[in-house]
C-alpha cells in the first residue's frame, strides 16, 4: 500500500536548509594550499586553428620542462567571439584565469577598470630582459594614458602583406619576380590575373569582400599611406588630413566599380582565396600554415607603395596578465611567461608571426626554419613598414581597421555598398572619434 | 486569548502538507524563476545603467534608450526584424498548410513527405545556415546553378544589400516550415470526417470545403503558429549570425544580432539591454495586435 509522505512547513524548511547548505558546501573547491600540490597556472588562448596547435606545443613544451619543477600550465581554448566577455565575467568573481593572448592597444578600457595589470615590476623580479624586445613593440604594450605602463608582454608581430597566386602571376604572363612596387603597377597586374565573365568577375584580381574585414582594412592602410591619421600622434585630434581618408575610400570603391578587378560577392575570403578565386590576397601570417599545408601556389610580398609612404597594418599579439586576489600569482605567472618567450622560436618561425626579441631574429636558423622565405620573409622583413597599428584609448576597438563589425566598418560598409556618400561617412568617423579621443 | 490565538498558529503550522507536488513543481520552477524570470528583471535595471560586466553598474536613467533611438543602426536592425516577420511569417504558414493538406490526402509518398518536411527542424540553425550559405553562394552555390537552366543570372543572395535579408529568409523558411507543417497536420487529422461527408453530400466542391470547413476549424492552430512563428522571427540571430554576420551593410542585420554585437563584442551591456527592452516590447505589443486581431469569436 502506498503511502502519502507528509512533512510540516517546519519539517519541509528544516530539510530544504540542510539540502542548500550540502549543496553550497560541495559547489566551493577545497582551498588552495601553497607547496602541498604543483601550482598550476591557468591560461585562456583564442587560438584555435593551425596556429593554436603550434601553441599548445609550445604550452606542451612548458609542462615537459617542468614536470618536476611543482608548475603547470592548464590551457583553455575559449572561441575568440567570446573571450572578452568570458574573461570579464571570471575576473568580476574573481576567477580569471592568470594569463591569457591579447591584441596590442586595444586594451585600454581593461587597464582603466583594473582587469589587466601593470608588469613592469614583476617582468624586473623575474629577470625578463626586455632589453631583448624591439622598442616598438614594447612601446605597442604600454597605454600612455594610464603611466605609459607595460601591459602586455609582446609574444609575435604581424603585419599585412599580399599573398599572391604564382599560378595566377604565370597564367597572365607575368614575372613573379617582379612583384609591384606601386598602387598603379598593382591594379595593372590586377587587371591581367581578374577573370570576368561579361561585366562579371568570376575571379578577383585583388582578393576582396563587398563587406566586413577586408575593405575596411585596406582603406586604413591605404589611407595612411595617403597621409590620414586615425589619431594624432598627441591622441587628441581624429581623423587628421580627412581628405586623404576620402581619397583612401574612392580606391577601394574603384576595384569594383572602376578597374572592376574585385567583386563583392565573394563570402568567406580565406576559403576563396585559398580555392583560387582570388589572385592578390593581403593577410597575416596566421594564413601561412593553412595554405602551406593545401599546397597552394603562392609567395608573399611587401606591402606596395600605394600613396605617399609604404606601411601596412601592424598587429602585435602577447600575454596579458588578469587581476587575481592572490598577488603571489603574478610573479608565477610571469616565470612562466618568461619561459614561452624565451623558447618562442617555434612560434615565431612555424606558429604566427615575427619576434619581437633580437636575439631571436639574430638566430641562424632563423629564416631557414619553418616555412619558405617565399611565403614567409614578407612577414618578417615587412615589419619595417607596418605602423598602422591600434589607438590606445578607451574606445580604441572604434578605431581598429582590422574589423568587420565596429563602428568604422559599419560606417564604410555603407560606402561600399552606396548607401552612403564618401563625404558624409568621414563627417560621421570624424565625429564619433573625436568623441571618443575626447572620452580618454 | 493570546493563547488561544498562539495555538491556533500553531495548529495551522504544524498541520500536515503534501509537499510533495510542491517538490515536483519546483524542478521546473525554480530554474525557471532563475534563468527567465530574474533575468528579465536584472535586464530592465541594467538598461539604466552602464555596465560592462567588471564593476558596478552605474545609473545613468533614460541614456540608453536615447542613445538607441539615435542610432541608426538600431533602427536598421529593428526594420529588418519587421521585415524578416513580414516575409518569413507569412511564407512558414502558407507552405507548412499547404505540405499538411499533401500530408493528410494520404497520397502517394506522403508517409515520406511528412518525413522530409519536418526533418530541417530538427537541425540546429547553425547547421541550416552553413548548409544555406553553399546553396545561395553567388558563383558555385546549387540555387544559382539550377536557376541558370531557366536563364536567370547568378542572384548575390547573400552578398548584395538587395538581397541578402531573402537570402536568410529562404533558409529561416526552411527551417522553420516543419513545426508549423506538424502542428497543422495534427489539427486536421482532429476536424470531425463527418463534416467533410456532409460537405460532400451538400455538393461542396474542395475549395469551398477548404474555405468554409477546414479553415475556420484550424483557426486555433492558425493564430498559435502565427504566434509563435512571430516570436521566434523577432528574435532572429543564428541564421543571421553565420550566413551574412549581419551585412553587406547591415542590410540583415537583426535586433538580437545587434544587441549580440553590442554586448559581447563591445561589452555594452546597459546598451544592449535597452535595445532588449524596446524589442521585448515590440514583441508584446505586436503579439496583442495579433491576438486581438485574430481572436476567437
Same mark, same amino acid.
Given at each position: 500500500?502506498?503511502?502519502?509522505?507528509?512533512?510540516?512547513?517546519?519539517?519541509?524548511?528544516?530539510?530544504?536548509?540542510?539540502?542548500?547548505?550540502?549543496?553550497?558546501?560541495?559547489?566551493?573547491?577545497?582551498?588552495?594550499?601553497?607547496?602541498?600540490?604543483?601550482?598550476?597556472?591557468?591560461?585562456?588562448?583564442?587560438?584555435?586553428?593551425?596556429?593554436?596547435?603550434?601553441?599548445?606545443?609550445?604550452?606542451?613544451?612548458?609542462?615537459?620542462?617542468?614536470?618536476?619543477?611543482?608548475?603547470?600550465?592548464?590551457?583553455?581554448?575559449?572561441?575568440?567571439?567570446?573571450?572578452?566577455?568570458?574573461?570579464?565575467?571570471?575576473?568580476?568573481?574573481?576567477?580569471?584565469?592568470?594569463?591569457?593572448?591579447?591584441?596590442?592597444?586595444?586594451?585600454?578600457?581593461?587597464?582603466?577598470?583594473?582587469?589587466?595589470?601593470?608588469?613592469?615590476?614583476?617582468?624586473?623580479?623575474?629577470?625578463?630582459?626586455?632589453?631583448?624586445?624591439?622598442?616598438?613593440?614594447?612601446?605597442?604594450?604600454?597605454?600612455?594614458?594610464?603611466?605609459?605602463?607595460?601591459?602586455?608582454?609582446?609574444?609575435?608581430?604581424?603585419?599585412?602583406?599580399?599573398?599572391?597566386?604564382?599560378?595566377?602571376?604565370?597564367?597572365?604572363?607575368?614575372?613573379?619576380?617582379?612583384?609591384?612596387?606601386?598602387?598603379?603597377?598593382?591594379?595593372?597586374?590586377?587587371?591581367?590575373?581578374?577573370? %570576368?565573365?561579361?561585366?562579371?568577375?568570376?575571379?578577383?584580381?585583388?582578393?576582396?569582400?563587398?563587406?566586413?574585414?577586408?575593405?575596411?582594412?585596406?582603406?586604413?592602410?591605404?589611407?595612411?599611406?595617403?597621409?590620414?591619421?586615425?589619431?594624432?600622434?598627441?591622441?587628441?585630434?581624429?581623423?587628421?588630413?580627412?581628405?586623404?581618408?576620402?581619397?583612401?575610400?574612392?580606391?577601394?570603391?574603384?576595384?569594383?566599380?572602376?578597374?572592376?578587378?574585385?567583386?563583392?560577392?565573394?563570402?568567406?575570403?580565406?576559403?576563396?582565396?585559398?580555392?583560387?578565386?582570388?589572385?592578390?590576397?593581403?593577410?597575416?601570417?596566421?594564413?601561412?600554415?593553412?595554405?602551406?599545408?593545401?599546397?597552394?601556389?603562392?609567395?608573399?610580398?611587401?606591402?606596395?607603395?600605394?600613396?605617399?609612404?609604404?606601411?601596412?597594418?601592424?598587429?602585435?599579439?602577447?600575454?596579458?596578465?588578469?587581476?587575481?586576489?592572490?598577488?603571489?600569482?603574478?610573479?608565477?605567472?610571469?616565470?612562466?611567461?618568461?619561459?614561452?618567450? #624565451?623558447?618562442?622560436?617555434?612560434?615565431?618561425?612555424?606558429?604566427?608571426?615575427?619576434?619581437? %626579441?633580437?636575439?631571436?631574429?639574430?638566430?641562424?636558423?632563423?629564416?631557414?626554419?619553418?616555412?619558405?622565405?617565399?611565403?614567409?620573409?614578407?612577414?618578417?622583413?615587412?615589419?619595417?613598414?607596418?605602423?598602422?597599428?591600434?589607438?590606445?584609448?578607451?574606445?580604441?576597438?572604434?578605431?581598429?581597421?582590422?574589423?568587420?563589425?565596429?563602428?568604422?566598418?559599419?560606417?564604410?560598409?555603407?560606402?561600399?555598398?552606396?548607401?552612403?556618400?564618401? #563625404?558624409?561617412?568621414?563627417?560621421?568617423?570624424?565625429?564619433?572619434?573625436?568623441? #571618443?579621443?575626447?572620452?580618454? | 486569548?493570546?493563547?488561544?490565538? !498562539?495555538?491556533?498558529?500553531?495548529?495551522?503550522?504544524?498541520?500536515?502538507?503534501?509537499?510533495?507536488?510542491?517538490?515536483?513543481? !519546483?524542478?521546473?520552477?525554480?530554474?525557471?524563476?532563475?534563468?527567465?524570470?530574474?533575468?528579465?528583471?536584472?535586464?530592465?535595471?541594467?538598461?539604466?545603467?552602464?555596465?560592462?560586466?567588471?564593476?558596478?553598474?552605474?545609473?545613468?536613467?533614460?541614456?540608453?534608450?536615447?542613445?538607441?533611438?539615435?542610432?541608426?543602426?538600431?533602427?536598421?536592425?529593428?526594420?529588418?526584424?519587421?521585415?524578416?516577420?513580414?516575409?518569413?511569417?507569412?511564407?512558414?504558414?502558407?507552405?507548412?498548410?499547404?505540405?499538411?493538406?499533401?500530408?493528410?490526402?494520404?497520397?502517394?509518398?506522403?508517409?515520406?513527405?511528412?518525413?522530409?518536411?519536418?526533418?530541417?527542424?530538427?537541425?540546429?540553425?547553425?547547421?541550416?545556415?552553413?548548409?544555406?550559405?553553399?546553396?545561395?553562394?553567388?558563383?558555385?552555390?546549387?540555387?544559382?546553378?539550377?536557376?541558370?537552366?531557366?536563364?536567370?543570372?547568378?542572384?548575390?543572395?547573400?552578398?548584395?544589400?538587395?538581397?541578402?535579408?531573402?537570402?536568410?529568409?529562404? !533558409?529561416?523558411?526552411?527551417?522553420?516550415?516543419?513545426?508549423?507543417?506538424?502542428?497543422?497536420?495534427?489539427?486536421?487529422?482532429?476536424?470531425?470526417?463527418?463534416?467533410?461527408?456532409?460537405?460532400?453530400?451538400?455538393?461542396?466542391?474542395?475549395?469551398?470545403?477548404?474555405?468554409?470547413?477546414?479553415?475556420?476549424?484550424?483557426?486555433?492552430?492558425?493564430?498559435?503558429?502565427?504566434?509563435?512563428?512571430?516570436?521566434?522571427?523577432?528574435?532572429?540571430?543564428?541564421?543571421?549570425?553565420?550566413?551574412?554576420?549581419?551585412?553587406?551593410?547591415?542590410?540583415?542585420?537583426?535586433?538580437?544580432?545587434?544587441?549580440?554585437?553590442?554586448?559581447?563584442?563591445?561589452?555594452?551591456?546597459?546598451?544592449?539591454?535597452?535595445?532588449?527592452?524596446?524589442?521585448?516590447?515590440?514583441?508584446?505589443?505586436?503579439?496583442?495586435?495579433?491576438?486581438? !486581431?485574430?481572436?476567437?469569436?
Amino acid at each position: 500500500m502506498a503511502k502519502t509522505m507528509s512533512l510540516s512547513r517546519r519539517q519541509f524548511a528544516k530539510a530544504v536548509g540542510k539540502t542548500a547548505l550540502l549543496a553550497t558546501a560541495a559547489t566551493f573547491p577545497a582551498p588552495f594550499v601553497k607547496g602541498a600540490d604543483p601550482i598550476t597556472i591557468n591560461h585562456w588562448s583564442w587560438l584555435a586553428a593551425s596556429d593554436g596547435e603550434i601553441w599548445a606545443q609550445m604550452i606542451n613544451s612548458f609542462n615537459d620542462a617542468h614536470k618536476d619543477k611543482g608548475v603547470q600550465i592548464k590551457m583553455e581554448v575559449i572561441p575568440e567571439e567570446q573571450y572578452n566577455t568570458k574573461v570579464l565575467a571570471a575576473a568580476a568573481t574573481g576567477n580569471a584565469p592568470d594569463f591569457g593572448w591579447g591584441t596590442a592597444g586595444q586594451r585600454a578600457q581593461w587597464a582603466q577598470d583594473g582587469v589587466i595589470v601593470p608588469l613592469d615590476d614583476v617582468a624586473k623580479q623575474t629577470g625578463l630582459d626586455l632589453a631583448d624586445f624591439s622598442e616598438f613593440s614594447l612601446k605597442m604594450a604600454r597605454y600612455p594614458k594610464y603611466d605609459n605602463k607595460l601591459f602586455m608582454i609582446p609574444m609575435d608581430l604581424m603585419s599585412l602583406q599580399p599573398e599572391v597566386n604564382i599560378d595566377h602571376v604565370k597564367e597572365a604572363g607575368l614575372d613573379p619576380a617582379a612583384f609591384p612596387q606601386d598602387g598603379a603597377t598593382l591594379i595593372e597586374w590586377a587587371k591581367a590575373m581578374t577573370k %570576368r565573365e561579361g561585366d562579371k568577375v568570376t575571379r578577383s584580381g585583388i582578393m576582396m569582400t563587398g563587406s566586413g574585414v577586408q575593405p575596411t582594412v585596406t582603406w586604413g592602410i591605404v589611407a595612411e599611406q595617403m597621409g590620414f591619421q586615425r589619431a594624432s600622434d598627441d591622441l587628441k585630434t581624429a581623423a587628421v588630413n580627412p581628405e586623404a581618408g576620402k581619397a583612401a575610400m574612392q580606391w577601394v570603391l574603384d576595384l569594383f566599380d572602376t578597374h572592376k578587378v574585385s567583386t563583392r560577392d565573394v563570402t568567406d575570403r580565406y576559403k576563396a582565396f585559398g580555392t583560387g578565386q582570388g589572385s592578390v590576397f593581403w593577410t597575416g601570417p596566421w594564413t601561412l600554415n593553412g595554405y602551406v599545408e593545401q599546397k597552394l601556389p603562392f609567395h608573399t610580398y611587401l606591402f606596395p607603395k600605394i600613396g605617399e609612404k609604404q606601411l601596412t597594418y601592424f598587429e602585435m599579439g602577447g600575454m596579458e596578465f588578469y587581476v587575481q586576489p592572490d598577488e603571489a600569482r603574478y610573479e608565477a605567472s610571469m616565470q612562466a611567461v618568461k619561459w614561452l618567450s #624565451d623558447n618562442s622560436f617555434l612560434w615565431t618561425t612555424k606558429g604566427r608571426g615575427a619576434s619581437p %626579441r633580437t636575439s631571436l631574429l639574430n638566430h641562424p636558423d632563423y629564416k631557414t626554419a619553418g616555412h619558405s622565405w617565399d611565403v614567409r620573409g614578407a612577414f618578417v622583413d615587412g615589419m619595417a613598414i607596418a605602423t598602422a597599428g591600434e589607438i590606445p584609448v578607451l574606445a580604441g576597438p572604434n578605431f581598429t581597421i582590422y574589423s568587420g563589425g565596429n563602428f568604422l566598418a559599419k560606417t564604410l560598409e555603407q560606402v561600399w555598398a552606396g548607401q552612403k556618400k564618401i #563625404d558624409q561617412a568621414m563627417a560621421e568617423i570624424q565625429e564619433q572619434w573625436q568623441k #571618443d579621443l575626447d572620452a580618454g | 486569548m493570546a493563547m488561544k490565538a !498562539a495555538r491556533g498558529r500553531r495548529s495551522a503550522d504544524e498541520e500536515p502538507v503534501d509537499w510533495v507536488a510542491y517538490v515536483f513543481v !519546483a524542478f521546473f520552477t525554480i530554474p525557471f524563476l532563475l534563468f527567465n524570470i530574474a533575468p528579465i528583471f536584472f535586464g530592465a535595471y541594467v538598461s539604466f545603467t552602464k555596465w560592462g560586466i567588471f564593476g558596478k553598474p552605474k545609473w545613468v536613467g533614460l541614456q540608453n534608450f536615447r542613445d538607441a533611438f539615435n542610432d541608426e543602426f538600431v533602427g536598421i536592425a529593428f526594420t529588418n526584424t519587421v521585415l524578416y516577420g513580414l516575409v518569413i511569417v507569412p511564407c512558414v504558414v502558407v507552405i507548412g498548410f499547404t505540405f499538411a493538406l499533401y500530408v493528410n490526402q494520404r497520397w502517394p509518398l506522403s508517409a515520406l513527405a511528412r518525413t522530409l518536411f519536418f526533418s530541417p527542424y530538427v537541425v540546429s540553425a547553425t547547421v541550416i545556415g552553413l548548409v544555406w550559405v553553399w546553396m545561395l553562394d553567388t558563383q558555385f552555390g546549387l540555387i544559382n546553378h539550377y536557376l541558370g537552366y531557366l536563364g536567370i543570372d547568378n542572384v548575390p543572395w547573400l552578398t548584395s544589400t538587395n538581397w541578402s535579408l531573402l537570402g536568410v529568409s529562404i !533558409a529561416s523558411v526552411w527551417w522553420d516550415l516543419g513545426l508549423a507543417f506538424v502542428l497543422f497536420l495534427a489539427a486536421l487529422q482532429d476536424v470531425p470526417r463527418d463534416l467533410y461527408e456532409a460537405a460532400e453530400v451538400d455538393g461542396a466542391s474542395r475549395w469551398q470545403r477548404l474555405w468554409l470547413i477546414i479553415l475556420p476549424q484550424l483557426r486555433p492552430v492558425i493564430s498559435l503558429v502565427v504566434t509563435l512563428q512571430l516570436i521566434s522571427t523577432l528574435r532572429i540571430f543564428s541564421q543571421v549570425y553565420v550566413m551574412t554576420n549581419g551585412g553587406p551593410a547591415s542590410s540583415s542585420s537583426s535586433v538580437i544580432f545587434y544587441m549580440y554585437n553590442e554586448a559581447i563584442q563591445r561589452q555594452l551591456f546597459g546598451y544592449a539591454s535597452a535595445v532588449a527592452m524596446l524589442l521585448f516590447l515590440l514583441i508584446i505589443a505586436i503579439t496583442i495586435i495579433h491576438r486581438v !486581431a485574430i481572436r476567437e469569436r
